[in-house]
């Protein structure tokens, strides 16, 4: 799950949240690394970075879904399903600013498992999970 700016008259007013800074956000956002029914080569990289929304946040939890949809908007809509997650330690980077703890994520495609690694920018640490993909088709 991420989070995005809320928009109004779009988002569910349950999803609605606010950061330290006030900024009103949306819960449960789907991020989209490829689209169902794309094609990918073996091997594949995909990246996306993502930051902590709070600044007392000490862990990110990367939550891994899939679905068949074109345009998933959230994480818990019909036909999303959670396939696995990692868990990113960021107390190594408390100190910083929110900007300086952003984590990047790669997502490697293309084979009969997924590959996610994920790693804190400004150290450098990173963790690996694989995840094996139950026999379900996503594509279409």
């Not at 007013?13 to 991020?31: H, N, P, V």
């Not at 970075?49 to 068949?68: C, D, H, M, R």
Request: hydrophobic content about 40%; charged content about 30%.
């Amino acid at each position: 799950d991420t989070s995005a700016p809320f928009i109004s008259g779009v988002d569910p007013i349950a999803k609605r949240f606010e950061d330290d800074d006030g900024r009103a956000l949306c819960d449960d956002r789907f991020a989209v690394f490829v689209k169902a029914q794309q094609i990918v080569r073996i091997g594949k990289k995909v990246s996306h970075t993502f930051w902590p929304v709070f600044g007392a946040q000490s862990e990110v939890e990367l939550n891994i879904y899939a679905t068949k949809s074109l345009t998933p908007r959230y994480t818990d809509e019909e036909g999303v399903n959670q396939l696995g997650a990692i868990t990113v330690d960021l107390t190594p980077v408390m100190g910083r600013s929110l900007d300086e703890r952003s984590v990047d994520v790669a997502m490697f495609f293309g084979e009969t498992e997924l590959r996610v690694e994920a790693s804190v920018k400004a150290t450098g640490e990173s963790i690996e999970a694989t995840i094996e993909f139950e026999p379900v088709d996503y594509g279409k």
